[in-house]
């Protein structure tokens, strides 16, 4: 039981490592101000209470992995179910997906690691490219 325990700790240290290694392809584009204020929408809804939201550092990129797909990316914090802040995590929203670093909505670990993938995958600037923050979303 033990050894299995160990084991599996070991692969679950492997992967989060893994992440931190992922290089950034992204590139930073100008979007329409209509879709990112549907993909800013988008996000609010997956809360549990959108008014809460706190929305800052954002900025719309692609990569190769989007190909003409735009990422509105930032970082956002919100209250939880009991009422506190969770402290700003990074997003990667579009009018119809949504994902958020270290969010678990069905309860799987699985589901939070998938999130940490996408939003490092689909946000994280290529060497050498700068941020250009959209300055709407100050605060």
């Known amino acids: 039981m033990r050894k299995t325990v160990v084991i599996l700790a070991s692969v679950a ?20 101000p209509g879709y990112v204020a549907l993909s800013i929408d988008n996000l609010k809804r997956q809360l549990k209470d959108p008014e809460s939201a706190r929305i800052s550092g ?56 998938t999130n940490n993938n996408y939003v490092i995958t689909h946000c994280k600037l290529r060497d050498g490219e700068r941020h250009v923050f959209l300055p709407q979303y100050k605060n």
């Open 13 to 32: 240290l492997t992967g989060c490592a893994g992440m931190m290694d992922i290089k950034g392809t992204g590139y930073v584009v100008e979007a329409d």
């Open 58 to 113: 954002v900025y719309t990129v692609k990569t190769e992995y989007t190909g003409d797909t735009v990422n509105v990316c930032g970082l956002i914090n919100a209250k939880n179910s009991y009422g506190g802040y969770t402290g700003s995590r990074l997003f990667a929203a579009t009018p119809t997906v949504v994902y958020i670093e270290r969010q678990v909505i069905g309860g799987s670990d699985y589901e939070a690691i």
